[in-house]
């Protein structure tokens, strides 16, 4: 197995399948409670499918953590249209690597929520939306696919019940931005990936211009536990209004990197020593960024958190993602925050300026302060330039690049300003960017 | 343009996926399955899949400006590309990309003389708790180490097919 090994710590549900031989396979699903959910959902009505999942707290994992059940619910049903159901499996999200082995290890618990989503709205189609570099899982979904339709669990009469489902998978090609929900829209659509404006949400007009339910792997993946053992046990699981488990991936300076299911509201320290096995090397912890690149970083001395959205919102940052990324004390900040800059200006659709040219001109601030060209003058722009950004967009990737940024300015200003004390060119501050 | 024949079947297979009215929604994944069997986007693949799906070459061709998988330039025949973004840069994803860059003589989107390996930084790829990670054409490779890239590099160079490195810890189903 080329991942990490579990930890005790675990609170297994969307996972409780990885490591069983053939977890991947129709067979082992099927003897691990696979495919009941859908079948006591048959025995519901939409109401309350939807109901269940709103009793569970879940709340969408992709990152904005948008009550599911909710968004559920704004699906016009009566609507002449037809209804679709969309995956977003485009996961691009820097530090975040959990949907990958949702679908390796378990494809067919993604097929299932698929299916009780479709029930809850009356979709009759569905696509998974995968990003391009997961070739090998394309295939390895299209299989289970295959499998699930040879079992009459996907098809035009869904065991004999005569419902009619069908579920696609659809390629990327390269573009983080189509991890928008809006933009990934376009994209299924075989347009640029150029975010919508909204409103209208995708519930109302999404793939087709028609009704659409849109939600991370992940969130799917939560949906047949619930339907299966009821939202009440879900919601326990977590914090209130913070239902469930869900799935961290832990990267950089930790000793045992890994992707790990945890309650909802797990201390972040807890789970950098106890989960990830402490800082790498016996360092000390110098930052964390909670939920993905996105996310505005965390001192250490911030992280004695609950990680469920709201106590992470209440220190002004955001669960994200679910990406934890662990910085020792030997992190070069500056350097982090134009890895990070350089990323958003290489992946801006253009679309708007606010973002297209925010992002290039702070990544070239950036590369000047990093090379210790920088001036002071320059840290006050980069912040300013920052600021304006935010809410300036179609879509979240302007304030995607604006937020860890202003964090890392703001925390962690004495290191931008020792690079250019350092710096043994002082005089050269006309350098052109 | 004529296929392969297992092309010919994918595509039918994705055409078949969208709604009758909607086959402007194969155009990305028929350009980057064509892509890997033509080597390149070329022009004439713009309008056959223009063709095939109803729409303009010029709306096939704004699409491929947009994903950075699509390129009309041939890649090697072994596509490196090393992810330097933040958990891999955290953990040695620079020291990789230097090294690569160095070993072959070559940067960002370039290729060797013999047309073996092509070279791309690219962005996160979703590797982040095995990083650093490095994707060879679609195969991943994780927790790579210097001396192991070292070695992976070698053996593409000598025509080796990348599995037969076995030290490097690699996912492909």
Redesign the interface.
Same mark, same amino acid.
């Given at each position: 197995m %080329?991942?990490?090994a579990p930890s005790p710590l675990e609170v297994k549900v969307l996972t409780r399948r990885f490591g069983l031989p053939n977890s991947h396979m129709i067979e082992t699903y099927l003897a691990n409670d696979g495919y009941k959910a859908f079948e006591k959902a048959l025995g519901m009505s939409q109401d309350d499918i939807i109901n269940e999942v709103k009793a569970s707290g879940l709340r969408g994992r992709g990152g904005a953590g948008f009550p599911t059940g909710m968004k559920w619910s704004f699906v016009p049903r009566q609507a002449p249209k037809p209804k679709y159901i969309v995956v977003n499996a485009d996961?691009?999200? %820097?530090?975040?690597?959990k949907?990958?082995l949702l679908i390796?290890y378990d494809p067919h618990q993604l097929i299932e929520g698929c299916l009780i989503a479709g029930l809850a709205v009356g979709a009759q189609q569905g =696509?998974i939306y995968i990003?391009?570099?997961?070739? =090998?899982?394309i295939?390895?979904m299209d299989r289970a696919l295959e499998e699930a339709c040879a079992r009459g669990y996907l098809g035009d009469n869904i065991l004999g019940r005569g419902i009619k489902f069908h579920l696609?998978t659809?390629?990327?090609?390269?573009?983080?931005e189509c991890g928008e929900e809006s933009a990934l829209l376009e994209?299924?659509?075989?347009?640029?990936?150029n975010p919508r404006i909204r409103p209208p949400f995708p519930a109302v007009a999404g793939c087709?211009q028609s009704p659409t339910i849109l939600n991370n792997v992940e969130t799917f993946c939560a949906v047949p536990p619930i339907i299966l053992q009821g939202g009440a046990y879900f919601a326990g699981l977590g914090t209130p209004k913070n239902g469930g488990t869900r799935l961290f991936?832990?990267?950089?300076?930790v000793n045992k %990197?890994? #992707?790990y299911e945890l309650p909802m509201g797990f201390n972040l320290l807890r789970m950098i020593n106890e989960v990830g096995g402490g800082v790498r090397g016996g360092k000390k912890l110098k930052a964390v960024?909670p939920g993905g690149?996105s996310c505005p970083v965390l001192r250490a001395d911030e992280c004695d958190v609950a990680m469920d959205y709201d106590s992470v919102a209440a220190i002004k940052s955001m669960l994200g993602s679910g990406?934890v #990324?662990v910085?020792d004390e030997d992190?070069d900040m500056v350097?982090?925050a134009l890895?990070?800059m350089r990323?958003y200006a290489?992946?801006s659709?253009g679309w708007c300026i606010p973002c297209r040219e925010g992002t290039t001109w702070l990544r070239k601030l950036l590369q000047r302060l990093d090379e210790g060209h920088g001036t002071s003058s320059d840290i006050d722009l980069v912040n300013d330039l920052s600021k304006n950004m935010l809410g300036r967009t179609f879509c979240p990737l302007g304030d995607a690049a604006a937020m860890p940024t202003i964090s890392f300015v703001e925390k962690f200003r004495d290191e931008f300003e020792a690079k250019i004390a350092k710096s043994a060119r002082p005089a050269e501050r006309l350098v052109t960017v | 343009m004529t296929f392969s024949p297992e092309l010919e079947a994918r595509f039918e297979k994705f055409l078949a996926k969208y709604p009758a009215d909607r086959k402007r929604s194969a155009v990305i994944p028929m350009l980057i399955y064509a892509q890997d069997e033509v080597g390149s986007i070329t022009q004439e693949l713009i309008e056959e899949v223009a063709r095939r799906t109803g729409v303009t070459p010029l709306q096939v061709d704004e699409v491929v400006g947009f994903y950075s998988m699509l390129h009309k330039k041939p890649q090697g025949r072994y596509h490196v590309q090393v992810c330097t973004n933040i958990s891999c840069l955290l953990v040695g994803g620079e020291e990789l990309w230097d090294k690569a860059c160095r070993k072959l003589g070559i940067g960002h989107k370039q290729t060797t003389a013999d047309g073996r390996i092509s070279l791309e930084e690219v962005e996160c790829m979703g590797a982040c708790s095995w990083a650093p990670a490095v994707q060879v054409n679609y195969d991943f490779y994780h927790d790579v180490t210097p001396e192991q890239l070292d070695r992976l590099l070698d053996g593409l160079a000598a025509g080796k097919r990348p599995e037969d490195i076995a030290e490097v810890k690699k996912v492909s189903c």
């Open positions: %080329p991942y990490n996961e691009s999200e %820097p530090g975040t690597c949907d990958r390796e =696509y990003r391009g570099e997961y070739r =090998y899982l295939e390895h696609a659809h390629s990327g090609a390269g573009a983080y994209s299924l659509e075989g347009k640029r990936g087709y991936c832990l990267s950089g300076h %990197p890994g #992707v960024i690149s990406g #990324v910085m992190t350097r982090a890895r990070i990323f290489h992946e659709c | -």
